[in-house]
Nanobody, 120 residues
Framework: QVQLVESGGGLVQAGGSLRLSCAAS????????MGWFRQAPGKDREFVAR????????ENSDSFEGRFNVFGDLVKNTMDLQMNSLKPEDTAVYYC?????????????WGQGTQVTVFS
């Protein structure tokens, strides 16, 4: 019902920055919130940040010490994740997810993921 496409991943040296983008298309009027998650090899998926579509409120996980910030464009139906002061442990696949109104699931759709690799 809503398709997600992520972009912006890549290879970056420790201390550098990357900005990830997620574009939603389809029935975007159903979006309740969008979120960023990540999953490193051998680890569980981890919440990173989210944007509530009804009021634009953002939430960034406290786990990243203020290094990550999420931005939502409710008109363009896009969500960006600005990542600063990257560390090798930030290496993971980053996923965009969407929560749709009228469903019981917390997140109903996921993007294909974008790889972020941080080298020291």
């Amino acid at each position: 019902q809503v398709q997600l496409v992520e972009s912006g991943g890549g290879l970056v040296q420790a201390g550098g920055s990357l900005r990830l983008s997620c574009a939603a298309s389809g029935r975007t009027f159903m979006i309740r919130q969008m979120g960023w998650f990540r999953q490193a090899p051998g680890k569980d998926r981890e919440f990173v940040a989210r944007v509530v579509w009804s009021n634009g409120r953002t939430e960034n996980s406290d786990s990243f010490e203020g290094r990550f910030n999420v931005f939502g464009d409710l008109v363009k139906n896009t969500m960006d994740l600005q990542m600063n002061s990257l560390k090798p442990e930030d290496t993971a696949v980053y996923y965009c997810a969407v929560d749709l109104a009228g469903t019981s699931a917390e997140y109903d759709g996921w993007g294909q993921g974008t790889q972020v690799t941080v080298f020291s």
